[in-house]
């Protein structure tokens, strides 16, 4: 018996639409496949490209410095503009000047090209804004946190590269990482890409703001930062998202009974442990307890009568003053991987704890290896100890534990919420390969304005050597020891 003819073309309506249906998804998923390879490959092209410009102005700096003359960076063609007063008298044509700028509410932000009109009409603005030049890592936290694009005239979360292509693909940005070349560059296309961006919606300052009403010279909020900016936004731009816990998850691969379970649990009340020391405990330079921020500062206990430590070998460096004296405590320490004591021998191990700075590393726990590398500095900069080795592999630290078999151990004042103002670095090699080891210092982070003098010791053969240096600017890299095994 035959089917019905409805049905028989109910049935071929349903087989063409899911034939229709599979196509369409086919044809997504080729394009969403074809569009990640390309972000992938523009992001790569991207970093390049700034490292390529970063190792330029690092070079024509040195060579203005080796030649005795001055360096002249590039002049900031980006600017990012924060609205920080209401509107209370206001004159009518500022008040037109901030809808221009798409400035209709307090904390709002834009990104603006900087050039002779967008400066007057900022300048005619200025109490009530306060605005400075944005870095590449400003740009990228504020997109990914905070971006929204404009889609059909609605305010859309910029959650998926499909949003940024479906707008900006026909100016060839496909992806996040071309929407931030193309705002931090100031490209070619950077006027619809900064039309399609909603204007940032920043959380209140942290800390809350001085004077809105005073400019920024003279003590208050307003005005051109240039680019202390940054530190304003980074800021701004902590809330807004839930806090993840900062316990982590302690698993043993292949156990699961009662004794894996209680390690757990012990190696958690560890970290909590390790946490507190870390947040609380004070400095043995100078009997102050350093917290998350670097101007968040408090003074100690007054110390007891027994044992004291000296100025670490920095200060000494730099002919600076050491400070009060302080009972000796655990000081603040970021850690890399667990690692076992080194076997080194009893003359290598003396020699590397000798004097100030070998008091700084069995403070820090810093383990003695057959080389030894260590560095000491007396601020909340982040200095960062790297090394090539013989096999080429590059020890620091993003990378602790190299092929050569070498171990940046001790890693401090990496994050803003573990600062100290005395801290250490320490690379050790328990069985170094035979060849040729290149380590120089790079000033990663610069939380002061002052000079940074750092000291350096390279322990080996039972002998230590010591380098004593007077600054090193943000962004600049030291060579300090080059020597064949």
């Given at each position: 018996?035959?089917?019905?003819?409805?049905?028989?073309?109910?049935?071929?309506?349903?087989?063409?639409?899911?034939?229709?249906?599979?196509n369409?998804?086919?044809?997504?998923?080729?394009?969403?496949?074809?569009?990640?390879?390309?972000?992938?490959?523009?992001?790569?092209?991207?970093?390049?490209?700034?490292?390529?410009k970063?190792?330029?102005?690092?070079?024509?700096?040195?060579?203005?410095?080796?030649?005795?003359?001055?360096?002249?960076?590039?002049?900031?063609?980006?600017?990012?503009?924060?609205?920080?007063?209401?509107?209370?008298?206001m004159?009518?044509?500022?008040?037109?000047?901030?809808?221009?700028?798409?400035?209709?509410?307090?904390?709002?932000?834009?990104?603006?090209?900087?050039?002779?009109?967008t400066?007057?009409?900022?300048?005619?603005?200025?109490?009530?804004?306060?605005?400075?030049?944005?870095?590449?890592?400003?740009?990228?936290?504020?997109?990914?946190?905070?971006?929204?694009?404009?889609?059909?005239k609605?305010r859309?979360?910029?959650?998926d590269?499909?949003?940024?292509?479906?707008?900006?693909?026909?100016h060839?940005?496909?992806?996040?990482?071309d929407?931030?070349?193309?705002?931090?560059?100031?490209?070619?296309?950077?006027?619809?890409?900064s039309?399609?961006l909603?204007?940032?919606?920043?959380s209140?300052?942290?800390g809350?703001?001085?004077?809105?009403?005073t400019?920024?010279?003279?003590?208050?909020?307003?005005?051109?930062?240039?680019?202390?900016?940054?530190?304003?936004?980074?800021?701004?731009?902590?809330?807004?998202?839930?806090?993840?816990?900062?316990?982590?998850v302690?698993?043993?691969?292949?156990?699961?009974t009662?004794?894996?379970?209680k390690?757990?649990?012990?190696?958690?009340?560890?970290?909590?442990?390790?946490?507190?020391?870390?947040?609380?405990?004070?400095?043995?330079?100078?009997?102050?307890?350093?917290?998350?921020?670097?101007?968040?500062?408090?003074?100690a206990?007054?110390?007891?009568?027994?044992?004291?430590?000296?100025?670490?070998?920095?200060?000494?460096?730099?002919?600076?003053?050491a400070?009060p004296k302080?009972?000796?405590?655990?000081?603040?320490?970021?850690?890399g991987?667990?690692?076992?004591?080194a076997?080194?021998?009893?003359?290598?191990?003396?020699?590397?704890?000798?004097?100030?700075?070998?008091?700084?590393?069995?403070?820090?726990?810093?383990?003695?290896?057959?080389?030894?590398?260590?560095?000491?500095?007396?601020?909340?900069?982040?200095?960062?100890?790297?090394?090539?080795?013989?096999t080429?592999?590059?020890?620091?630290?993003?990378d602790?534990?190299?092929?050569?078999?070498?171990?940046?151990?001790?890693?401090?004042?990496?994050?803003?919420?573990?600062?100290?103002?005395?801290?250490?670095?320490?690379?050790?090699?328990?069985?170094?390969?035979?060849?040729?080891?290149?380590?120089?210092?790079?000033?990663?982070?610069?939380?002061?304005?002052g000079?940074?003098?750092?000291?350096?010791?390279?322990t080996?053969?039972?002998?230590?050597?010591?380098?004593?240096?007077?600054?090193?600017?943000?962004?600049?890299?030291?060579?300090?020891?080059?020597?064949?095994?």
């Amino acid at each position: 018996m035959t089917a019905p003819e409805s049905q028989v073309k109910k049935m071929e309506t349903r087989e063409r639409n899911q034939k229709l249906e599979r196509n369409a998804k086919h044809k997504a998923k080729v394009k969403s496949k074809t569009l990640r390879r390309k972000a992938f490959s523009n992001a790569a092209a991207y970093a390049k490209e700034y490292k390529d410009k970063e190792d330029q102005e690092m070079r024509l700096r040195r060579q203005a410095r080796a030649l005795g003359n001055f360096y002249v960076p590039e002049t900031a063609r980006l600017l990012a503009v924060i609205r920080i007063r209401g509107i209370n008298d206001m004159h009518p044509k500022s008040r037109k000047i901030l809808q221009l700028l798409r400035l209709r509410q307090i904390n709002n932000m834009v990104f603006v090209k900087l050039t002779k009109a967008t400066m007057n009409m900022i300048r005619k603005v200025e109490p009530y804004v306060a605005y400075g030049y944005p870095s590449l890592k400003t740009v990228r936290e504020v997109l990914y946190k905070r971006g929204h694009g404009k889609v059909n005239k609605q305010r859309i979360p910029l959650t998926d590269n499909s949003i940024i292509e479906g707008t900006l693909g026909k100016h060839g940005i496909v992806c996040m990482e071309d929407l931030v070349h193309e705002i931090y560059t100031v490209g070619p296309k950077f006027k619809e890409a900064s039309n399609f961006l909603w204007p940032v919606k920043l959380s209140n300052l942290t800390g809350g703001m001085t004077d809105k009403g005073t400019h920024y010279v003279e003590g208050g909020e307003s005005g051109l930062r240039e680019k202390y900016i940054n530190s304003m936004i980074a800021r701004m731009n902590v809330g807004g998202v839930k806090k993840k816990s900062k316990r982590k998850v302690v698993h043993v691969i292949g156990d699961d009974t009662e004794g894996g379970k209680k390690k757990a649990a012990h190696a958690v009340t560890a970290q909590k442990a390790e946490q507190h020391v870390v947040e609380h405990a004070p400095c043995p330079a100078t009997g102050q307890i350093t917290t998350g921020h670097p101007k968040e500062v408090t003074k100690a206990p007054a110390p007891k009568p027994a044992g004291t430590t000296h100025a670490p070998a920095a200060v000494h460096a730099a002919g600076m003053s050491a400070g009060p004296k302080v009972t000796t405590v655990k000081p603040v320490v970021q850690h890399g991987d667990s690692v076992a004591t080194a076997t080194a021998s009893k003359e290598t191990v003396k020699a590397a704890h000798d004097g100030e700075i070998g008091k700084r590393l069995q403070q820090a726990g810093a383990v003695v290896g057959a080389i030894t590398c260590s560095l000491v500095w007396d601020n909340t900069d982040d200095l960062d100890l790297h090394c090539t080795g013989p096999t080429g592999s590059h020890i620091f630290w993003n990378d602790k534990k190299g092929k050569c078999g070498g171990h940046l151990d001790v890693d401090m004042n990496a994050s803003d919420k573990h600062v100290t103002g005395c801290p250490v670095e320490n690379i050790f090699w328990e069985h170094p390969p035979k060849g040729k080891y290149r380590l120089w210092v790079e000033n990663n982070t610069s939380r002061n304005d002052g000079a940074t003098p750092f000291a350096v010791r390279l322990t080996k053969d039972g002998k230590s050597q010591d380098k004593n240096f007077k600054d090193i600017e943000e962004y600049e890299e030291i060579d300090v020891f080059e020597f064949t095994v």
